[in-house]
């Protein structure tokens, strides 16, 4: 038997491989002057306040600072991997770049709502009803307690988390996300998975495995008209357990009066 060779490739197209080594190290930021960055008025005479807290400061209630803004700054911050202080004047130079006068928040108010920040998903959406893919995984945690280990001969206990995904069947864009402890199980993470999709878009199904196949994920997705449709591991098919209600209301109109359920 003839022992393995890794494939030897030659390059021919210069021009071409040099521009796109080029075009690998461009920066593109782009910033919509529409967008809610600025604090919107108060109505209240004085001078209104730049930056916001979650408390009272002096009796003086700070004014909630858009969650846009603070979501850019903390992208750019884990994007480049700054700490908070070095994140404000990079975003505030950018901002001077393209013309825009806006103010950045400071490195306390990012630290502050970055812990309780309800991170916002941009998805561009695919053509008719939404047909959602949720799974989950496990995560290793490796932070100070493994590198004493290493060094030290300490404690080898590991740290998992668990990530819940819902993706769009059609774009296999990432359209809702949890992160729980390992200990937490997956059935009861999608309804809060279905709540960050807006009422206003319809969900046509919901495909998941047999581990959200309970009672409680069942209602949860007739409550937004979906139908739920498990995966069949061992086969590689599909079982509907739960038809949508345009679908349940059509069964029942073609059903016999005398055979429906008393």
Same mark, same amino acid.
């Given at each position: 038997m003839?022992s393995?060779a890794?494939?030897k490739?030659k ?5 071409a491989?040099?521009e796109a080594l ?10 919509d002057p ?8 108060t109505?209240k005479r ?6 916001s ?7 003086i209630?700070?004014i909630e600072f ?5 979501q850019?700054c903390?992208?750019?911050k884990v994007?480049f ?8 004047g990079?975003?505030?130079s950018l ?8 103010n950045?928040?400071?490195?306390s108010?990012?630290?502050r ?8 998903i941009?998805y561009?959406?695919?053509t008719g009803p939404?047909?959602l893919?949720v799974?989950?995984?496990?995560i290793?945690?490796e932070?100070?307690g493994?590198w004493?280990?290493?060094?030290h ?6 740290i998992?988390?668990?990530v819940h995904?819902? !993706?769009?069947?059609?774009t296999?864009?990432?359209?809702a996300?949890?992160?729980?402890g ?6 009861p993470?999608?309804?809060d998975?279905l709540?960050? !999709?807006?009422t206003?878009e319809?969900?046509g199904?919901v495909?998941?495995?047999g581990a959200y196949?309970t ?7 007739a409550?937004?008209g979906?139908a739920a449709v498990?995966m069949l591991s061992?086969t590689g ?8 209600p345009?679908e349940?209301?059509?069964m029942?109109?073609d ?8």
């Amino acid at each position: 038997m003839s022992s393995w060779a890794r494939t030897k490739y030659k390059t021919t197209n210069w021009s071409a491989y040099n521009e796109a080594l080029r075009r690998r190290g461009s920066l593109t930021v782009w910033f919509d002057p529409d967008m809610e960055w600025i604090p919107p008025p108060t109505g209240k005479r004085g001078r209104q306040q730049s930056f916001s807290g979650e408390e009272d400061r002096n009796s003086i209630r700070w004014i909630e600072f858009p969650t846009n803004a603070i979501q850019s700054c903390l992208t750019m911050k884990v994007l480049f991997g700054m700490p908070l202080r070095q994140t404000t004047g990079f975003v505030q130079s950018l901002l001077r770049l393209v013309g825009l006068d806006w103010n950045v928040p400071d490195f306390s108010t990012l630290c502050r709502r970055q812990r309780k920040l309800n991170v916002a998903i941009p998805y561009r959406g695919g053509t008719g009803p939404l047909s959602l893919l949720v799974d989950s995984t496990g995560i290793k945690a490796e932070g100070e307690g493994e590198w004493n280990a290493r060094k030290h001969g300490g404690s080898k206990r590991r740290i998992w988390r668990k990530v819940h995904i819902g !993706i769009d069947e059609q774009t296999l864009e990432i359209r809702a996300v949890e992160v729980t402890g390992s200990n937490i199980g997956d059935a009861p993470i999608l309804p809060d998975l279905l709540d960050q !999709i807006p009422t206003d878009e319809e969900i046509g199904s919901v495909t998941a495995d047999g581990a959200y196949d309970t009672r409680k994920c069942h209602e949860a997705i007739a409550a937004r008209g979906a139908a739920a449709v498990r995966m069949l591991s061992r086969t590689g098919g599909v079982r509907i357990l739960t038809p949508a209600p345009q679908e349940r209301q059509a069964m029942e109109a073609d059903e016999p009066r005398c055979h429906r359920p008393q």
